[in-house]
Each structure stands twice: as C-alpha cells, then as structure tokens.
C-alpha cells in the first residue's frame, strides 16, 4: 500500500477536493494524507464561500505529514493565493516522487478560486516541479495565453513553456465524443477518446482524475499507463453515479 499527499481546498458536500481526493485514492486500494489549503462553503448548486487556510497552519500541517509519512506521490488542487503556493512549493522540493498538479482555477460553477499573482506563481515555480499539469481546455488557454491556438498547438506549447508534460482534458469540448491528450516532454502525444455518457453528476470529475494519475504513478506505472488507468476510473465513477440524486446542481461520481 502507497501513501498519497492531496494538498487542496476542503468541499463540504465531498464530491471534490480532499473528500474526493480520499475517496479516489482508497478505491484503488491505497492510503491519502490530506493538507487542506482552504475551507468552502459548498454544494452541488454552487461555491458561496472560499476562507484559505492561514499560512502558517498550512505550513504546520506539511511540517506535520512530510516529517512523519513516506509518500509515494502527490496531488496538488485548489491553491488560493500566491503566499500559500510557494510555501507549498518550498515544502515539495524536498521529496523525489511523482507531482500532479490540477490547477483549479475556477470552480464547475464558475466561481473564480485563484487569483492572477496565484496562477502566475504556480506556473513558474510549481509547474516546473511536477510530473504531469492537467489543466481542462479553458485553463490551458488561459495558461498559454493564447485564446485562438488549437488545442494540439497549446499542448505543445506548454510543454516547451514549463518542461513538463500536460493532459489537457476535454469535457468542455462539444462533441459527443470526449478526447484527452497527453503531450509529454518527449514530444509524443497520447488520445484518449471515450462517448460522452448523458448526465448531470460530473462534480469532482478533474479531482478524480489527477489523484487518481498520483496515486498510479505511485504504484509504478508510466505516464500513458497511469492516465489510462484513472481515464477508466472516471469512466466507471461517472457511470455508477448518474442516477444518485444528492443535491439540487451538480451531483457526485460514485467510484464503489
């Protein structure tokens, strides 16, 4: 069994960040160690209030697990402020394991959940760190600055930017089919296409896949391999989820 670090924001109707991040991570079997970075007030219809933790208990929480616990792997989420992201960039310079980074920018609901200095030090201090970025395509343009590039361009583009490779997901596509693409830093590129499956339950879907990537890795398997594995998760998560009735918005995957 591996022990994977989520450092992300706290959902309080558990069907993202670290509720999700734990749940992900115990369906295949292994251990989650969790650092949150802020407290929201939310559900399925929408974020009403985000309060970051205070620097200096986030700082005491990842004191606390990496002076402690082996870790296999680490998933960062939700980061609300540039201050918090380099004390978490600080802190994860000392492992030697696989990072995957999901950089939450703004919530399925459309509630903005990091800021621009934030998304600026991200980018250039945590995102040269990390073994994959798994931004969705929205988050890619923003990230390359490019709104009119085709995505394979931005992919490659960000590759060459941050030396590190991307998934950039494609649930915002509207198309019947959903692609992921892989660019990693060898220059190849893997797809992954599989049929849109007709639901509302799709609160979590990006939380379910990077920890799900981290904790693959992990286990010891490749880039490609890992991104398939956590692809078939969220397959079976979005499947077994779309008749739950838990909420009034946007519900929960069900990965057991």
């Known amino acids: ?18 509720q999700q991040d ?27 209030r985000v309060m970051p933790v205070p620097v200096e208990m986030l700082q005491a929480q990842l004191d606390s697990i990496l002076s402690d616990i082996d870790i296999a792997a680490v998933k960062t989420g ?3 402020d540039a201050l ?5 960039v600080t802190a994860l310079r000392q492992l030697d394991v696989p990072i995957v980074c999901d950089p939450v ?20 201090e945590l995102f040269p760190i990390c073994t994959l970025v798994t931004p969705n395509i929205p988050e890619a343009i923003r990230l390359a600055g490019e709104a009119t590039a085709d995505s394979r361009d931005i992919g490659n583009m960000l590759v060459e930017r941050y030396g590190t490779a991307f998934l950039l997901k494609g649930g ?24 849109r499956i007709a639901t509302t339950n799709l609160h979590g879907t990006g939380c379910t896949l990077s920890s799900a990537v981290a904790t693959l890795l992990a286990e ?15 397959d079976k998560g979005i499947k077994q989820g779309r008749h739950l009735h838990i909420g009034k918005g946007n519900g929960p995957l069900w990965l057991f």
């Open 172 to 195: 915002h596509a509207d198309s019947t089919m959903m692609t992921d693409r892989l660019y990693t830093t060898d220059g190849a590129v893997h797809e992954y296409t599989s049929p």
């Open 84 to 88: 918090s992201a380099r004390i978490i």
């Open 78 to 80: 939700m980061i609300p």
């Open 220 to 234: 010891g398997q490749n880039l490609a391999d890992s991104v398939r594995g956590a692809k078939a998760l969220i």
């Open 1 to 18: 069994m591996k022990t994977i670090l989520t450092i992300a924001g706290s959902d309080t109707c558990a069907g993202a960040g670290i």
């Open 105 to 124: 920018m703004i919530s399925t609901s459309g509630t903005q959940l990091m800021n621009d200095e934030c998304i600026e030090t991200v980018k250039n």
């Open 22 to 48: 734990l749940k992900t991570i115990t369906s295949l079997g292994h251990y989650a160690v969790t650092v949150p970075t802020a407290l929201t007030a939310q559900n399925t219809v929408g974020v009403q």
